[in-house]
């Protein structure tokens, strides 16, 4: 699988995506261990609080939503990406972002987006990382912060 260098390449596969390729980036060991062998009906997540399966792979989109006008996309996947980066920790050993074109099936209970992966794309590099955690950094927000539950 290809690897994403940097942010802005990253930004610029988003913004070279076709309206029928949705991408999306997901946190976990990779394809090989989230994908049963491309059988749609196998892929497929779990409820931390209560251990449910759910009906795909939990994921966040990357399709720059229209209200967000002529914004930088650099920025917005630099948001993307640091929205999760405490699953690296959570979800030890071997998590790290890639990034995939799918299909959402559903909505798992934090309301994130369940998603079946119809291709893989690429691994998302470190160095893609650190300049999204600098990007968000410049923005000076002290109000703003990842999405993990115990900050």
Same mark, same amino acid.
């Given at each position: 699988?290809?690897? %994403?260098? !940097?942010?802005?390449?990253? #930004?610029? @596969? ?5 309206? !029928?390729?949705?991408?999306?980036? @997901? ?16 892929? +497929? +997540?779990? !409820?931390? /609080?209560?251990? *449910?399966? /759910? ?7 990357? @399709?720059?939503?229209? =209200? =967000?006008? $002529?914004? +930088?996309?650099?920025? =917005? *996947? #630099?948001?993307? /990406? ?13 998590? +790290? &972002?890639?990034?995939? *074109? ?6 798992? &209970? !934090? $309301?994130? &987006?369940?998603? %079946?992966?119809?291709?893989? %794309?690429? =691994? *998302? ?10 990007? %968000? ?15």
């Amino acid at each position: 699988m290809d690897v %994403i260098e !940097d942010l802005e390449q990253l #930004a610029a @596969r988003v913004r070279g995506a076709g309206e !029928d390729q949705e991408l999306y980036v @997901r946190w976990s060991r990779g394809p090989m261990a989230d994908l049963a062998a491309g059988r749609r009906k196998e892929q +497929s +997540s779990r !409820d931390a /609080l209560t251990g *449910v399966t /759910l009906p795909g792979l939990s994921a966040n989109p990357l @399709r720059v939503e229209p =209200w =967000w006008g $002529n914004r +930088s996309v650099r920025l =917005w *996947v #630099a948001r993307r /990406l640091y929205d999760y980066r405490h699953l690296r920790d959570l979800r030890r050993p071997g998590a +790290s &972002p890639w990034v995939f *074109v799918g299909e959402q099936c559903g909505r798992g &209970p !934090d $309301n994130e &987006p369940l998603v %079946i992966c119809h291709q893989p %794309i690429a =691994w *998302v590099s470190e160095k893609a990382l650190q300049e999204a955690d600098v990007a %968000i950094r410049e923005q000076h927000s002290d109000e703003w912060g990842p999405l993990h539950r115990s900050n």
